[in-house]
């Protein structure tokens, strides 16, 4: 089995952090662009896709216009996802930087669905 790896991708994006935070961080705001339905009970995200028993993840830390990471219940416990805002600072763009953990030889396929899904993100705060 191949290892698992963290990857990092970074979105420039037109839109301020506390805007974007609530689409990162709410079951509301991921339900618009993440998964067809999300509900949050109990510190646990439930995502689901085409109608498909939901995958879940603890919610790991929010911290309010900055980032927000959860853990699927279904991987290793120290692996995760998570999206952070970051200002740049000469430009003073907002750069959304997506963390993630993927097997070595599926980086790249799972770097095009973040792309992908980040795209309909930007497509839906109208950035």
Not at 65 to 81: G, I, T, V
Not at 86 to 102: H, K, P, Y
Request: aromatic residues 12%; charged residues 30%; glycine residues 4%.
């Amino acid at each position: 089995m191949a290892k698992r790896q963290i990857y990092t991708l970074e979105f420039p994006v037109r839109c301020s952090p506390n805007i974007l935070y609530n689409f990162l961080s709410t079951a509301s705001g991921l339900q618009e662009w993440f998964a067809d339905n999300v509900d949050e009970r109990d510190g646990i995200m439930s995502f689901s896709w085409s109608g498909g028993a939901p995958d879940k993840a603890k919610i790991i830390a929010r911290e309010e216009n900055l980032c927000a990471r959860y853990s699927w219940l279904h991987e290793d416990p120290k692996e995760y996802f998570e999206f952070k805002l970051t200002v740049a600072e000469i430009s003073n763009q907002t750069i959304l930087v997506v963390t993630a953990f993927a097997d070595k030889d599926d980086v790249k396929d799972e770097a095009m669905v973040w792309e992908h899904q980040v795209k309909e993100l930007f497509h839906r705060i109208g950035s």
